[in-house]
């Protein structure tokens, strides 16, 4: 196993109060493994992925009851041990290319600083290295590319760099927090196509947060559904697809305007808002905005086993398919 | 009268002109390449494309914000050159994609909605913060909104409050440039429900302007796909989908990626050699 994350919670100090923005979250991912993690704005995920390369802001903390890395506590590693993990075994793709990179410097400047902090590399190895990544991520002349500046090049350019930028080291995970979001459905297609070849080719370890549930049919191995903080529902992507439990699964995956729709009518859609997570909540998260929800939703509901790793936290999975009301 | 396209763009060209500075030149930019096209009555046009293809700039010369370099925009079969911004205003209306800086976070949700008709002089105050109640009604926000900011609201909420704004002059079209892209998946059905609603209730065309191909097949009537500053295909919604004739309507629909477990993602390089083809390639305007 490469990453295993046991209870993770994150707690954001506000001017409001404490923000409870992850709780009890687990999850592992092995090699050559890709795993999702999908929710809405705010639901945590985001802060999930920084918290595993210890790059929260300093208002929140983080606890859990195990975080290890390749069976190394990364609880317990010093600020040293961490910066000689990132970049290196453990690496990030930022969903914007512009903000990622810096610049002042050129992209083979930036590509080079990488390898050569955590290498012992002469410049003309690291070079290599980077002409090779640049060629592997689709950049033609990659030579010349190197003293490019980040401005000089298109978004989909400057994806296709922090690719490479993160493949450096060879790391054995990466993290990819939306890394095509920015950017347009075909230059999308084409890059995520790349990322997944490059990943089974080195067998690395994926994480990737979206809220896109189409790719995420695609790609995962395994999907964690977040709601406001918590994890609604974890099973293997074929069982999360053909047998989605949690209310909140289903209906998202039923709000998607997709063909199977009636066209020009309206889209079964889910009422209301996410919740905030500064009230703590005792209960169902998605309490206020399911069809299902009743007195008992009140309590404290636990990931209930399903069968086959499929975990979902609802005590009403067994009841039937939920007739999704049509809201404007 | 009733059979004029409210729109109508007859080969409309916009070149951005070069700028000589300190840094240099640059060369002038044809962002609009001879485009037609005609929005009538019950019609929902889509406008799909990538970015630098030309959408922005197509809508903001419909909005009367650019003057085209060459052609005509007729607005009710009158040319839009010789109208007056309240004039274009009063046909036209315009929805942001990002309701978090469209709206001014100083002023209530009461008086952003009332503006427009301030800015036309029409009736008093209370009479105009009747009808901001009545609309906001209209586009499902509780009456307690009327006096919150924008930063007490949800991004849904917010998208809600823009279309209110647009649609309190009651224009025929509403121009709605990527509605829900920055809103969460769960709120997106709510206000594309709520559009269509609309559209029966005032009677209402939309153009909609969008990236997510799902949210364009299930919403519009006609599709118009732009590359490289020109529409390379217009159709019915129904065709353009079930069967794409131009290499990057093509192009587009195999790299929309829809939930299908297991599809994988599809192998689309698209290298020089390939886009040169697509640009060379004759378009399909079906009328």
Known sequence: ?328 | MTDKPVLELSNVSHEYRGRRGIFGQSAPMLAVDKVSLRVERGDILGIVGESGSGKSTLAKIMLGLLTPTEGEVLLDGRPAGSMTRRQIAERIGFIFQDPYSSLNPRQTVGKIVAYPLYLRGEGTSAQRQERARKILDIVGLPLRFFEAYPNQMSGGQRQRVAIARALITRPKLLICDEPTSALDVSVQAQVLNLLLELREEFNLMYIMISHNMGVIQHMTTRVAVMYLGRIVEMNTSKRIFEEPRHPYTQLLLNSTLTVAQGAGVPDLKVDTAKREAMREHPSFIAS
Do not use: W
């Not at chain 1, 069968?307 to 398919?321: L, S």
């Open chain 1, 1 to 328: 196993m490469l990453i295993n994350v046991e209870n993770l919670n994150i707690d954001i100090a506000t001017a409001n109060g404490t923000l409870a923005a992850v709780q009890d979250v687990s999850f592992c991912v092995s090699k050559g493994e890709t795993l999702c993690i999908v929710g809405e704005s705010g639901c945590g995920k985001s802060i999930t992925a920084l918290s595993l390369l210890g790059l929260l802001p300093k208002v929140a903390t983080r606890t859990a009851r195990a975080m290890t890395f390749d069976g190394v506590d990364m609880q317990m590693m010093s600020k040293a041990e961490l910066r000689a993990l990132r970049g290196n075994r453990l690496s990030m793709i930022f969903q914007e290319p512009m903000t990622a990179l810096n610049p002042l410097h050129t992209i083979g400047r930036q590509l080079l600083d990488v390898y050569r902090a955590h290498r012992k590399a002469s410049r003309k190895e690291a070079k290599e290295r980077a002409i090779y990544l640049l060629e592997q991520v689709g950049i033609t002349n990659a030579v010349q590319r190197l003293n490019n500046y980040p401005h000089e090049l298109s978004g989909g350019m400057r994806q296709r760099v922090v690719i490479a930028m993160a493949l450096m080291c060879e790391p054995e995970l990466i993290v990819a927090d939306e890394p095509t979001t920015a950017l347009d459905v075909s230059i999308q297609a084409e890059l995520l196509r790349l990322l997944i070849d490059l990943q089974k080719s080195f067998g690395m370890g994926m994480i990737m947060i979206t809220h896109d549930l189409g790719l995420v049919s695609r790609i995962a191995d395994r999907v964690i559904v977040m709601y406001a903080g918590q994890v609604v529902e974890t099973a293997p992507a074929e069982k999360l697809f053909t047998n989605p439990s949690h209310p909140y699964t289903r209906a998202l995956l039923g709000s998607v305007p997709d063909p199977s729709h009636p066209r020009m009518k309206p889209l079964p859609s889910i009422p209301g808002t996410v919740p905030s997570l500064l009230n703590r909540m005792e209960g169902c998260h998605f309490l206020d905005r399911c069809p299902l929800a009743s007195d008992a939703c009140r309590k404290p509901i636990q990931l209930q086993q399903i069968g086959g790793n499929h975990e979902a936290r609802c005590i009403k999975v067994g009841e039937g398919k939920i007739r999704l009301k049509v809201v404007a």
